[in-house]
């Protein structure tokens, strides 16, 4: 599986973005994809989740309510949308999958095999 992301950029303070993970490569109906960003000098942090089958969801507790993880089969895609956007979501946002993942697991960054490129996103105050 290959995933390549998009859709960061630099956005101000209260603005909204929606990266896209686009998967290729194989079948995903097994697999459950997550979101992970990385600011400079900080490990790695779960944003977001999602099963592709079933399209249950998990997310951070921090960014509950302002972002939203979603998915397009048809397209093999898997969005975030992030809204109300602050300073401190300055980031590298990372696209991760993996087949038969337990729900329990998927906020650890090692759980996942397969991992895009990653997209910045820079939020000005």
């Known amino acids: 599986v290959q995933l390549v992301e998009s859709g960061g950029g630099l956005v101000l303070a209260g603005g909204s973005l929606r990266l896209s993970c686009v998967a290729t490569g194989g079948t995903l109906n097994s697999y459950g994809m997550a979101w992970f960003r990385q600011a400079p000098g900080k490990?790695?942090?779960?944003?977001?989740?999602?099963?592709?089958?079933?399209g249950s969801t998990i997310y951070a507790d921090s960014l509950k309510g302002r972002f939203t993880?979603?998915?397009?089969?048809?397209?093999?895609?898997v969005y975030l949308q992030m809204n109300s956007l602050?300073?401190?979501?300055?980031?590298v946002y990372y696209c991760a999958a993996q087949p038969r993942i337990i729900t329990s697991m998927m906020?650890?960054?090692?759980?996942?095999?397969?991992?895009?490129?990653?997209t910045q996103v820079t939020v000005s105050s």
Do not use: L, M, N
């Not at 993880?69 to 895609?77: M, N, Y």
């Not at 650890?108 to 990653?118: I, P, R």
């Open 43 to 54: 490990e790695r942090e779960f944003v977001a989740g999602i099963k592709w089958t079933g």
């Open 69 to 77: 993880i979603s998915k397009d089969v048809r397209r093999g895609t």
């Open 86 to 91: 602050k300073p401190e979501d300055t980031a």
């Open 107 to 118: 906020g650890v960054s090692s759980s996942y095999t397969y991992w895009g490129q990653g």
